[in-house]
RNA sequence: GGAGAAGUACCCAAGUGGCUGUAAGGGGGCGCACUCGAAAUGCGCUAGGGCGGGCAACCGUCGCGUGAGUUCGAAUCUCACCUUCUCCGCCA
């Protein structure tokens, strides 16, 4: 959500801004008229209340002193009547407004390059050699298939498409992923770790800018007005929720595993095989909170953490600068991980870290105090997946793949693999 | 799921419609005095925050779990909801 005062003062430069997103802003010039019409109410309502409490006080001191009040009390019960005209228009133009201001993307950062969509990202480095296989190289559900280590079908059988079983070990790498992740990250990177809720209510959803606008892409239980987490950024950065952090706590650094559940509205035909769209996966998400002057920073040092794990694995992989048009709804600046897949002949994305700076913050009332008797600011919020452990899982089986079908198994992960090294 | 109890500021806690209730009192914290220093003691300060107005000092308004309602006036009365706790049932 975007400060309304900021908005008020400066409202044709945050609109050429948000321009470059190539999103809907017809909403957007509402703001003037509703603003204003607000700040009135508030004024002509707050004086009448200020009336009325001086003249109840008058009231009490009558009756007290066993005088006749009634003309002042006749009077009040039409001012009451008066005030509750205006907050009942006061609480309309609210809602609207604040309707509005949630449905109003991020302004991306100025270091954001502005183009329409994906093709217009730019590369920022690149990292690691491609693979040259001395045969034809498989795509990860047949390799998976054949080894019996992951099992689409049964698991559509069970529940439905975009679901799968993990086997033997199949299953085994996934959690040797997970836990060399969460190490990594929580003893080398000093994240605190966490696992979270995988339901979250309404508030947590729009607190992190899932909701309102993107309803359809989330799971949500019947009869609750709970959601399956699309990701442990909602539960764990909605951990602080309507807190006042100390400036000395900050930067507060979280690791946390979680499955994620998505939708995947409007993706029918997409990524129909394998495990790179599915409805359940699991990832390992980074959640910082920061000053706002550190925010930029902490933005490179978050993605280089994520990095840190293709490195080990020895995946090659590029860093994507987000363009406008392709940020999201609630980034400022945004930095794609893309894994090579053979398969696939591309980069595929396996992590996305963005700075939303106090977007989020604003939403859900996160905020901090430099000293004690300051006035609290808003943190900055970032978050990244660190990595998406099933995106990882096919990249190793295809990028590790032998002519006989094998897989060898990355160095780092034979510890947490009870020292196999090759999944035959 | 059934029956009960509770939610007041950093913590504990008093407060059943106006009476310094302008949210008492205590703890903790901070400051000052005493002291070479400290302890002990004494005195003082200690809601925070949102919103509106103002260059500011400041003024106003809303805050006693949340939201509605009754009333000239609500922490206090009414209703709904949330959370926590106790007992019973069920359960990994």
Same mark, same amino acid.
């Given at each position: 959500? +975007? ?7 400066? #409202? ?7 321009? @470059? ?7 957007? *010039? ?31 001191? +009558?009756?007290?002193? %066993? ?16 005030? $509750?005209?205006?907050? @009942? ?31 217009? @990202? ?28 992951? *099992? ?43 696992? &979270? ?15 309102? $606008?993107?309803?359809? =892409?989330?799971?949500?239980?019947? =009869?609750? =007005?709970?959601? +399956? ?15 006042? +952090?100390?400036?000395? *706590? ?30 359940? #996966? ?31 694995? $020895? ?10 048009? *392709?940020? /999201?709804?609630?980034?400022?600046? %945004? ?19 963005? @700075? #939303? ?17 300051? %006035? ?28 006989? /079908? ?8 034979? &510890? ?9």
């Amino acid at each position: 959500m +975007l400060d309304m005062k900021y908005l008020r003062n400066n #409202f044709d430069e945050v609109k050429s801004k948000l321009q @470059n997103r190539g999103e809907d802003l017809s909403d957007l *010039d509402k703001f003037g008229d509703l603003d204003s019409r607000r700040r009135e109410l508030i004024a002509e309502t707050e004086e009448l209340k200020a009336k009325r409490n001086e003249v109840s006080k008058e009231i009490s001191v +009558l009756k007290r002193e %066993k005088k006749d009040a009634d003309h002042m009390i006749k009077e009040m019960r039409e001012v009451g009547e008066r005030v $509750k005209e205006l907050d @009942n228009e006061l609480k309309e133009v609210e809602e609207q407004l604040e309707t509005m201001l949630l449905s109003i993307p991020n302004i991306p950062h100025e270091s954001v390059p502005v183009g329409e969509d994906e093709d217009d @990202n730019m590369e920022a480095r690149q990292w690691g050699d491609l693979p040259d296989f001395g045969f034809e190289a498989k795509p990860h559900w047949d390799l998976a298939t054949e080894l019996d280590i992951l *099992d689409f079908e049964r698991a559509s059988k069970v529940t439905g498409s975009r679901f799968v079983f993990y086997k033997g070990l199949g299953a085994r790498l996934e959690r040797a992923l997970l836990n060399f992740m969460m190490d990594l990250h929580a003893d080398e990177h000093g994240y605190q770790e966490m696992l &979270p809720p995988y339901m979250v209510n309404r508030t947590a959803m729009t607190g992190t800018g899932q909701l309102p $606008k993107f309803e359809e =892409d989330a799971f949500r239980i019947a =009869d609750w =007005d709970y959601f +399956l987490v699309p990701t442990a950024e909602v539960p764990v950065t909605n951990y602080h929720r309507e807190e006042i +952090l100390d400036a000395a *706590d900050l930067p507060k650094k979280y690791v946390a595993f979680s499955a994620s559940f998505r939708s995947e509205a409007g993706s029918a035909g997409r990524d129909t095989r394998g495990l790179i769209r599915q409805h359940q #996966f699991n990832k390992v998400e980074l959640v910082q909170f920061c000053k706002p002057e550190e925010s930029y920073d902490v933005l490179e040092e978050l993605t280089a953490n994520a990095e840190k794990v293709l490195q080990l694995l $020895k995946l090659p992989y590029r860093v994507m600068s987000m363009c406008t048009g *392709d940020l /999201g709804f609630t980034a400022a600046k %945004k930095y794609d991980i893309e894994v090579w897949l053979p398969s696939y002949n591309t980069y595929r994305e396996i992590s996305s870290c963005s @700075n #939303f700076e106090d977007f989020q913050a604003r939403r859900a009332g996160i905020r901090f105090r430099r000293e004690e008797k300051g %006035k609290p600011e808003y943190v900055h919020t970032l978050n990244g997946s660190g990595l998406a452990i099933g995106r990882t899982v096919s990249a190793i089986l295809e990028n590790y793949q032998q002519e006989n /079908g094998s897989v060898i198994v990355p160095e780092v992960l034979r &510890p947490y693999m009870g020292g196999k090294e090759v999944i035959k």
